[in-house]
């Protein structure tokens, strides 16, 4: 059993939090904000615009800097802009508020083409969340559940796709938005959770220990 040089390094949850929230802020809560606003003040489409339009300008502005893409706001960035074209072309806002299969699979289309680039959108998302050092993001062992995340993120995605597309064909509404409302969270939970237990079997594996940066406290991985 090989055993690695460098455990992987969890930082506590405070400096998480602190990393995590100017994230979310920019990715999230100011899109929202920019919607109402523009809603109240303007019209529906002046808010969808606006929303998405602050989306793009975080990743131009990213981009023309030189600063580090979060996989946040470049996944909000996608959602916004599978739901905008979906409610501009259809003139329908429920398509807005109530994500459609194409928002789906544009998020899965954006965790595969991502993978090429070196940094799979797994990868970003985590890196959003936890302050990880380059040691840590530099693991064989991180960066290969990181690919392999990002993939199987694809493949469930698009199955969520199919499925929503055949219900809506073949099944009455009562069945369709039954199953529909349990379909993300079940292939979420499945997604996450097999490869939560495939990082928990190489870390086995491979010998590496997990360490809380505060406390210094190895966490069993066995």
Do not use: C
């Not at 920019?34 to 998405?52: D, Y």
């Not at 996989?71 to 409610?87: F, I, K, P």
């Not at 070196?118 to 062992?141: E, K, N, S, W």
């Not at 996450?192 to 406290?217: E, N």
Request: glycine share 4%; net charge positive; proline share 5%.
């Amino acid at each position: 059993m090989h055993t690695s040089s460098h455990p992987l390094v969890i930082p506590d949850l405070r400096a998480a939090a602190r990393h995590a929230v100017p994230n979310v802020l920019e990715a999230k809560l100011v899109p929202f904000v920019l919607f109402v606003a523009l809603l109240e003040l303007a019209n529906a489409r002046s808010a969808v615009i606006g929303a998405l339009g602050w989306a793009l300008a975080a990743l131009a502005f990213r981009a023309l800097t030189g600063r580090r893409l979060p996989g946040l706001v470049l996944l909000a960035a996608v959602t916004l802009a599978a739901r905008t074209v979906a409610a501009l072309l259809t003139g329908s806002m429920s398509l807005y508020f109530l994500p459609p299969t194409i928002t789906t699979v544009f998020v899965g289309m954006a965790f595969l083409v991502s993978i090429p680039s070196g940094t799979p959108l797994a990868q970003r998302l985590a890196t959003d969340i936890l302050p990880l050092d380059d040691d840590t993001m530099g693991h064989p062992v991180l960066r290969s559940f990181f690919v392999k995340f990002s993939l199987l993120w694809f493949v469930t995605s698009m199955l969520n796709a199919a499925i929503t597309v055949w219900l809506m064909v073949t099944q009455s509404t009562t069945t369709f938005m039954l199953v529909k409302s349990m379909l993300g969270p079940l292939t979420a939970i499945v997604t996450i959770g097999a490869m939560l237990i495939w990082l928990r079997v190489q870390l086995w594996r491979t010998g590496t220990q997990v360490v809380w940066a505060r406390r210094q406290t190895v966490v069993a991985t066995a």
